[in-house]
């Protein structure tokens, strides 16, 4: 059976996490944790990381950190992890949901204005398998709004979007950088690991202030347990950053290997007709975390058919993210109700992804290559 996704994880991972089991510093102290946000918002051109438990609190944090009154609205894409919209209805907002670009899968950026609104405080921008958001057209409806821009990146560590491409100073940014706060994940299938992990980045000292009391509990800075809000402990330990420190370190090898897989599984599919790809716009790099296609009407099958046709010639995939209009719990809450998406309905119904691990061989992507061609000629 071809997995997937699995982690691989280098020596370094084990001289790091020994060496902090060695020290016994084992908990949410330790050098580790500082070391680790230091490099990661580094990387990403952010001047402050906070390491938290994983990537759906990171994105409590973030939606906490915005103090919304009960109603306030956030804008986000209907189709994604069910974590971004619940980060906000926990905070007692009211999620606002976009439909998908065809072509990038990401939340389709022109449908925001239509929905900003009095109550709109934020837009929540999530890029999708590996492919950067258009951030330039949010950033600047959240400036002339006056609205928050959290960027979840938790599927694209390392990603590159080409900011201001039409003028002068057009440049590349690193995608958990774009946004006034970015949250990622770092759960075992996603570009950097701790097991389980997250953290949330920002620019803002203040704002990077009031995440760490939010993570910690909001323990009091004269009388520790005299507390003036309501916290989380969302701590991560040492010895995952341990873990996180030494997948930095080594991080242009995963997002070359990632990328080298992605454009082999592109080469190889894109000329045929029976499968869409989320291909590479001219302002984007995608790290293809997960490589994922659509199928056409010509196909003439859902992904469920198609998962089981290459299961049956061991090979694993996972379907596309339902959209939340389409959760039941949601649906239960009264939530989104008579909204329809056809983008998202499309992706979530048609859509499903192949391996997509770093430790995937070229003789692999071949035979899963052939594969797919064999069941779709
Ligand atoms: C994985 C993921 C998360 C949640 O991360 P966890 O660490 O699993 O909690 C959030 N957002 C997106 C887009 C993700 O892919």
Redesign the pocket.
């Given at each position: 059976m071809i997995p997937v996704c699995e982690p691989v994880i280098g020596a370094r991972e084990h001289e790091y996490v020994s060496e902090c089991l060695r020290s016994g510093w084992v908990s949410s102290a330790g050098e580790y944790i500082e070391r680790f946000e230091e490099a990661w918002a580094d990387r990403c051109g952010m001047a402050h990381g906070i390491a938290v438990s994983?990537?759906?609190t990171a994105?409590q944090l973030a939606v906490a950190d915005l103090e919304l009154e009960a109603g306030d609205e956030v804008i986000l894409p209907t189709f994604?992890?069910i974590?971004?919209a619940l980060a906000v209805l926990r905070c007692h907002g009211v999620p606002i949901l976009v439909d998908s670009d065809p072509a990038t899968w990401c939340m389709d950026v022109d449908a925001v204005s239509d929905v900003i609104g009095p109550r709109t405080r934020a837009i929540m921008a999530?890029h999708i398998y590996g492919h950067p958001v258009d951030m330039d057209p949010l950033r600047d409806l959240a400036d002339s709004h006056g609205l928050a821009l959290i960027e979840?990146a938790?599927?694209a560590h390392g990603a590159q979007y080409r900011s201001g491409r039409d003028s002068e100073d057009a440049a590349w940014a690193t995608c958990g950088g774009l946004g006034d706060v970015s949250t990622f994940?770092?759960?075992a299938n996603?570009l950097v690991t701790t097991g389980?992990g997250?953290m949330v980045l920002t620019d803002d000292a203040r704002a990077s202030d009031r995440l760490r009391a939010l993570r910690n509990l909001c323990f009091g800075h004269k009388q520790r347990f005299r507390h003036e809000k309501a916290g989380y402990n969302y701590r991560l330990t040492n010895v995952q950053a341990a873990m996180g420190l030494a997948q930095v370190e080594r991080f242009d090898e995963i997002v070359a290997a990632k990328r080298r897989i992605g454009l082999a599984y592109v080469e190889r599919l894109r000329d045929n007709p029976h499968i869409e790809l989320q291909l590479e716009a001219p302002w984007a790099q995608s790290v293809f975390w997960m490589n994922g296609f659509v199928l056409a009407e010509s196909a003439g099958m859902d992904a469920d058919e198609m998962s089981s046709r290459l299961l049956a010639e061991s090979i694993q995939t996972r379907p596309f993210f339902l959209g939340m209009h389409e959760q039941p719990v949601f649906r239960d809450l009264g939530l989104f109700d008579e909204q329809r998406f056809p983008i998202a309905q499309r992706l979530s119904r048609s859509g499903l992804y192949l391996p997509s691990g770093i430790g995937l061989t070229e003789a692999q992507i071949d035979y899963i290559c052939a594969t797919v061609q064999g069941i779709l000629p």
């Open positions: 994983n990537g759906t994105l994604t992890i974590s971004c999530v979840d938790a599927e994940s770092f759960y996603k389980e997250g």
